[in-house]
C-alpha cells in the first residue's frame, strides 16, 4: 500500500529557507517519478517540481525557478524539496506526489500524501 508522508512544513521569513522530505513505502521507489505539488491559499493546485526515478533530469514551475531544489535519495525512500529566498506567495499546503512511471509527466499521478504546512510572513 503506497504511502507518502511529508515533513518540514514550517513558518519562516521571506528570503528565508526551508527544507521539505517525503519518506515513502509500499512501491518501488527508485522505479518511479516522483513530484511536489501545493495547494495556496483561495488558489488551485500548482506543480511544482518532478523528479526522474533516476534523477536524470527535473523540471521546475516557473514560479520556484532558480529558487528550489527537488532530489532524491532512492536509498532511503525519500525525496526532497530545498527551498530558498522563500516569498510570501510561496505560502501553501505541499504535497508529495507519486507518478505512475519513472517520467514525471506533470499532471498525471496515482498517489499523494497529506501535505505539510509552509508558512512565509513577516
Known amino acids: 500500500q503506497v504511502q507518502l508522508v511529508e515533513s518540514g512544513g514550517d513558518w519562516a521569513q521571506p528570503g528565508g529557507s526551508l527544507r521539505l522530505s517525503c519518506a515513502a513505502s509500499?512501491?518501488?521507489?527508485?522505479?518511479?517519478?516522483m513530484a511536489w505539488a501545493r495547494r495556496a491559499p483561495g488558489k488551485g493546485l500548482e506543480w511544482v517540481s518532478g523528479i526522474y526515478s533516476d534523477s536524470s533530469d527535473t523540471y521546475y514551475a516557473d514560479s520556484v525557478k532558480g529558487r528550489f531544489t527537488i532530489s532524491r535519495d532512492n536509498a532511503k525512500k525519500t525525496v526532497y524539496l530545498q527551498m530558498n529566498s522563500l516569498k510570501i506567495e510561496d505560502t501553501a499546503l505541499y504535497y508529495c506526489?507519486?507518478?505512475?512511471?519513472?517520467?514525471?509527466?506533470?499532471?498525471?499521478?496515482?498517489?499523494w500524501g497529506q501535505g505539510t504546512q509552509v508558512t512565509i510572513s513577516s
Open positions: 506526489v507519486k507518478h505512475p512511471s519513472g517520467t514525471p509527466v506533470r499532471g498525471e499521478y496515482d498517489s
Open positions: 509500499g512501491f518501488t521507489f527508485s522505479a518511479y517519478a
